[in-house]
C-alpha cells in the first residue's frame, strides 16, 4: 500500500510539473513580447535601473514587490520621467518566494501572460527557478533582465529550498513563509 502512495504522489507532481513547461509555451505563443515589467526589491539600484529601463519601455506598468520605501521609490521614478499611474508598489511579500505569490493574482487579473523580470545578477538564478514554478503554473512567460552585480551567486541549496516552497504554494496556496522565525507577522499568500 505504501509503495502505491508513493507512487501516487510521484505520478502528481511529475503531472504538475510536466504542465508549467506547456503553460509557458502557450503564454509565450499569447503574448511573445512583455507586457510589464516586474522587478524585485532589493535596494535602490533596482528601483533605479527599473526606472532606466521602463523609460525605453514606455508602453509597459511596472511593478516593483517589496522595494525600498514608497517615498524614495516614487522620488527614482519621477525623476526619471516615470508617471505614477505606470508605477505599481507592493509591500505585501517578506521574500522572494512572497514576491512572486504576492502579485501573481493581480497579473492574471491584468491579462498579463509575459513580463520582463529585473533583479540583481546574482539573484537572477533563484528568481528564474521561483518564476518558473510560480509564473509557470499560472501561464505567466518571462523573460529574464539582470542587473550587474559585484555579489557573488546564491547557493544551490537557496535555489533548491525555495523551488520547493514555490512548488508546496502551488499545491496548497501556503509558501511556508511564516515557518522563517525572522518573519514576525506574515501572512502565506
Same mark, same amino acid.
Not at 522587478?39 to 527599473?50: A, K, V, Y
Not at 523609460?55 to 509597459?60: I, R, V
Not at 514608497?70 to 526619471?80: C, E, G, M, S
Given at each position: 500500500?505504501?509503495?502505491?502512495f508513493? @507512487? +501516487? #504522489? $510521484?505520478?502528481?507532481?511529475?503531472?504538475?510539473?510536466?504542465? &508549467?513547461?506547456?503553460? @509557458? +509555451? #502557450? $503564454?509565450?505563443?499569447?503574448?511573445?513580447?512583455p507586457?510589464? &515589467?516586474?522587478?524585485?526589491?532589493?535596494?535602490?539600484?533596482?528601483?533605479?535601473?527599473?526606472?532606466q529601463?521602463?523609460?525605453?519601455?514606455?508602453?509597459?506598468?511596472?511593478?516593483?514587490?517589496?522595494?525600498?520605501?514608497?517615498k524614495?521609490?516614487?522620488?527614482?521614478f519621477?525623476?526619471a520621467?516615470?508617471?505614477?499611474?505606470?508605477?505599481?508598489?507592493?509591500?505585501?511579500?517578506?521574500?522572494?518566494?512572497t514576491?512572486?505569490?504576492s502579485?501573481?493574482?493581480?497579473?492574471?487579473?491584468?491579462?498579463?501572460?509575459?513580463?520582463?523580470?529585473?533583479?540583481?545578477?546574482?539573484?537572477?538564478?533563484?528568481?528564474?527557478?521561483?518564476?518558473t514554478?510560480?509564473f509557470?503554473?499560472?501561464?505567466i512567460?518571462?523573460?529574464?533582465?539582470?542587473?550587474?552585480?559585484q555579489?557573488?551567486?546564491?547557493?544551490?541549496?537557496?535555489?533548491v529550498?525555495?523551488?520547493?516552497?514555490?512548488?508546496?504554494?502551488?499545491?496548497?496556496g501556503?509558501t511556508?513563509?511564516?515557518?522563517?522565525?525572522?518573519?514576525?507577522?506574515?501572512?502565506?499568500?
Amino acid at each position: 500500500m505504501k509503495k502505491y502512495f508513493i @507512487l +501516487a #504522489i $510521484a505520478t502528481f507532481f511529475l503531472i504538475l510539473l510536466s504542465i &508549467i513547461p506547456l503553460r @509557458l +509555451a #502557450i $503564454a509565450s505563443y499569447l503574448a511573445p513580447q512583455p507586457q510589464a &515589467i516586474f522587478t524585485l526589491g532589493g535596494g535602490s539600484i533596482r528601483e533605479t535601473f527599473t526606472a532606466q529601463f521602463a523609460q525605453k519601455h514606455p508602453n509597459l506598468d511596472i511593478w516593483v514587490s517589496s522595494g525600498v520605501s514608497k517615498k524614495l521609490a516614487r522620488k527614482i521614478f519621477r525623476d526619471a520621467n516615470i508617471p505614477d499611474k505606470r508605477v505599481h508598489l507592493d509591500y505585501l511579500a517578506v521574500d522572494t518566494v512572497t514576491n512572486f505569490t504576492s502579485l501573481v493574482k493581480k497579473f492574471q487579473k491584468r491579462h498579463i501572460h509575459h513580463i520582463y523580470l529585473i533583479t540583481s545578477d546574482f539573484h537572477m538564478p533563484r528568481s528564474k527557478a521561483i518564476a518558473t514554478f510560480v509564473f509557470g503554473s499560472r501561464g505567466i512567460a518571462f523573460t529574464p533582465v539582470p542587473i550587474p552585480d559585484q555579489k557573488f551567486r546564491e547557493s544551490r541549496l537557496r535555489i533548491v529550498r525555495d523551488s520547493g516552497r514555490a512548488i508546496l504554494w502551488i499545491v496548497t496556496g501556503h509558501t511556508g513563509a511564516s515557518l522563517n522565525p525572522r518573519v514576525i507577522s506574515s501572512s502565506d499568500n
